[in-house]
């Protein structure tokens, strides 16, 4: 293809190459960016709701496998609560300090609104809630085929709503990543919306803030992220259920933060196909006057390196905000 063609497509040729991992992150990471996840066996359309159940239950058992061996140096109990529709699993790290017996997090599990359920949610929130040393609650959210759109943002409100019996909304900070992300910035709009109290912090983690994945990064990086190889239009129509993608409780980037949201920090990497999500929400946030942080990691892909020393150094920012601005 000559440069004329290539301009006149509105775009820039890239052509195909091999992206090695550079020498600037910790020989961990750089293992990590040598290998690619496995290949997806995912239904394609939403049609066949029967595939994707065995698709879900097959890859959750992997996910959850792999969730608790990333938390394996993290020591926590957890404990369930039965919520009216759904689990409530609260993750007690060995060693909370007397001070902190009062501040808690939400954290909303990940996993593309389709994965997730269970106690891997709960080993997602396990790293965190171990650095922080902060007793932390994951609601075990219903998801699709059988459950999409709105159902697990109402069971997010519904556990924020029963925290709020034990706490107070200054002490509690709201946290998420990717898909639990977008979760987590969209139940904060609810809240806001329906009169609830706010909570004192929130935590985007490469959340999957804009699902109509209009970001420069989707392109970008492609291929440059292990972790995500490729977009997840079908995750996404499965879980909005036909709802307009741009409604802010789907995709919080469209909401209006004028009217209030909470001091946030944005974390992701150069590598990361939700970089642009992540990008364009600080920036969101910013204009409308909301104190706002954001952190990249040098070559850190979607969701981190799974056990690098830069994940560590993640979950620290993370945690160093949320004792700044919790009560």
Known sequence: MSDTDSTTRKG????????????????????????????????????????????????????????????????ATFVTHQLERTPLYEVVPDHIASEDAGRVVFYIHGGAFIHGYGTAGAYMAMPLACTAGLRTFCVDYRMPPD???????????????????????????IAGGSAGGGLAGSLILKLRDSGLPM???????????????????????????????????DSIALYADGHDLTDPYLSPLFGDFTKGFPPTILTSGT????????????????????????????AMPHGGFFGAPEDQEVFQQQASFIRKHLA
């Open 12 to 75: 820039v040729l890239d052509p195909e190459r091999i992206i090695p991992p550079p020498s600037t992150v910790s020989p961990e990471a750089q293992a990590f960016l040598s290998q690619r996840m496995p290949a997806s066996t995912q239904p394609k359309g939403t049609a066949d709701k029967a595939a994707w159940k065995a698709y879900i239950e097959q890859s959750n058992g992997w996910l959850t496998a792999q969730m608790e061996g990333s938390a394996g140096h993290f020591t």
């Open 147 to 173: 459950h999409p759109f709105p159902v697990g943002l109402e069971d997010a409100v519904a556990a924020y709503a029963h925290i709020l019996e034990r706490y107070d909304p200054a002490s509690i900070a």
């Open 271 to 298: 590598r990361d196909a939700f970089l642009s999500n992540t990008v364009l929400m600080h920036r969101k946030l910013l204009r409308a006057g909301v104190e706002a942080e954001l952190h990249v990691w040098e």
């Open 199 to 233: 909570p004192g912090a929130c935590i985007l983690a490469t959340p999957e803030a804009d699902l109509t994945e209009a970001g420069d990064t989707f392109e970008t990086n492609h291929y440059a992220d292990v972790v995500l190889q490729g977009r997840l239009t």
